[in-house]
């Protein structure tokens, strides 16, 4: 290129830059080399630091995540873990009540002919004044055993929350005076002193009469048995506005201090020292604190010591009803011989009970299976049917229906069940099928007399 044209290119150069500045438009400064590095490095290190700030937040939400996963996971196990717990705990409870049942039917069907057999031995007339004391003494010595297995099957009920209540207005008065028949037998045996101050018919409590007899049977039964022969027993109730209080005192063993705040704990018990005889099984006094407090009140243990006696408090809420009334009082009749089905497949049972009913002027028939027994109930007509339930190919239940439905609206027989099983919902299952009581082995004659005579005319439908 020529100097005349680099001339005018500059020309040219110089022009266009006038032309820019003429239109308002001002080209950039720009800046030093090294200054403008300094700013870019700058601002690419804050971007950087902020990046790595990101970075380090993602990775501590990542671990965050990360715990939260695991510790996810390890709550599902535990959660699955606590499940198989529950079911395997809920199963064992099962089986044990199951035990427990079964254990109490294997227990009453051999006291039942036990029990049975003393009656009889009593009722004899030759019989003498020995072997009248023998029966008694045999006969008392089942009813313990029942108690025992009641007491049992009643902690494992209670545990597993199976007991419910029928409360009604009870005259505190009542509950405390069947408590003390309960319990006179054994305190005269023994040669005790029993002082009971009762509170007046204006007391009333409300409770399930069963239950609340129990307690306080069980109380008088506990001081009885941990006081010595010839000992002092003393019951008496004190009536507050909103709540009443009934204490039983003995001169007996005492309570040592240490079992004091454990004594109403399942299967507790005192030291025992091989020279004692007191029975039990440590589960009285745990079945009374349970349902006192199902009664919405308290119970409470006191002594002095070893060797000073004992002193067992209840407290219970006053009912809002001033009275009550009372149901006329069922008189037991003869009513007659009557013709009595037995239907037992124990040998011993049958033959002690057919025995027992025959000393008292009835016709009995005995059958030793369900289908036996049936087949005869069906043959000709019976006042009263007396019936086990665990029967060999048919069972009482389905007896009794096959009787009920045969015999239709008309003249049906008394039906009386008797059984080693006890829980309510077996007693339920046997009045469901047909039968007008049902009684738990071991049966004695006295409580079965009444029933048959007291039906003494034929049922209807």
């Known amino acids: 290129m020529s100097d005349d044209e680099d001339a005018m290119g500059s020309q040219d150069d110089d022009i266009t830059a006038s032309q820019q500045r003429a239109a308002g438009h001002e080209l950039p400064r720009l800046a030093l080399p090294e200054e403008y590095l300094l700013r870019r490095v700058s601002v690419l290190e804050s971007e950087i630091e902020a990046l790595r700030a990101v970075a380090r937040e993602k990775q501590r939400l990542e671990a965050t995540l990360a715990q939260m996963r695991e510790a996810n996971e390890h709550l599902v196990l535990a959660a699955v873990q606590a499940q198989h717990l529950q079911e395997d705990a809920e199963a064992a409870n099962r089986r044990q009540n199951e035990f427990l049942a079964m254990l109490a039917h294997e227990l009453r069907n051999p006291l039942s002919p036990i029990g049975m057999a003393a009656s009889l031995l ?3 007339p030759d019989a003498t004044p020995q072997q ?3 029966a008694r003494v045999i006969g008392r010595q089942v009813e313990h055993m029942a108690k025992l297995l009641d007491d049992l099957l009643d902690a494992a009920r209670i545990s597993s929350g199976k007991i419910t209540l029928s409360t009604e207005p009870l ?6 005076q069947q408590a003390v028949e309960t319990m006179q037998p054994c305190i005269q045996e023994r040669r005790q002193t029993l002082q009971a101050e009762l509170p007046a018919e204006s007391v009333v409590v409300e409770g399930d009469q069963v239950r609340l007899t129990q307690v306080f049977t069980n109380l008088l039964a506990n001081a009885s048995k941990y006081t010595a022969d ?10 507050d506005p909103d709540e009443v209080c009934v204490s039983i005192e003995d001169n007996g063993n005492g309570i040592a201090p240490e079992i004091i705040p454990y004594i109403f704990d399942l299967f507790t018990q005192g030291p025992r020292s091989l020279a ?3 029975g039990g099984l440590g589960v009285g006094l745990n079945v009374v604190r349970n349902l006192v407090t199902m009664h919405a009140g308290t119970v409470v243990a006191d002594s002095r010591g070893a060797g000073q006696g004992s002193c067992f408090t209840v ?12 149901a006329p009082a069922q008189v037991a009749v003869t009513g007659g011989r009557k ?3 037995v239907v037992e497949d124990n040998p011993d049972t049958c033959a002690t009970l057919a025995a027992c009913l025959r000393e008292e002027g009835h016709e009995v028939v005995t059958a030793l299976d369900g289908r036996s027994g049936l087949a005869a109930a069906l043959e000709r007509p019976y006042d009263v049917i007396v019936c086990d339930i665990g029967l060999p190919g048919l069972d009482g239940l389905g007896l009794i229906r096959a009787v009920r439905a045969a015999v239709g609206t008309g003249t049906r027989p008394l039906a009386i069940a008797l059984s080693g099983y006890g829980q309510p919902e077996d007693q339920a299952r046997g009045l469901e099928a047909g039968f007008d009581h049902y009684l738990v082995k071991p049966v004695g004659v006295d409580a079965l007399l009444p029933l048959i005579g007291a039906n003494a005319d034929a049922r209807r439908a």
Not at 171 to 176: G, K, S, W
Not at 315 to 326: A, E, F, N, Q, Y
């Open 122 to 124: 009593d009722r004899t």
């Open 132 to 134: 009248h004391k023998l």
């Open 171 to 176: 005259m505190l008065a009542d509950v405390l």
């Open 230 to 239: 010839g000992g002092m027993l003393r019951l008496f109730a004190r009536a």
């Open 276 to 278: 004692r005889s007191e």
């Open 315 to 326: 407290r219970l809420p006053r009912s809002g009803h001033r009275s009550v009334d009372r």
């Open 339 to 341: 013709r009595i089905l």
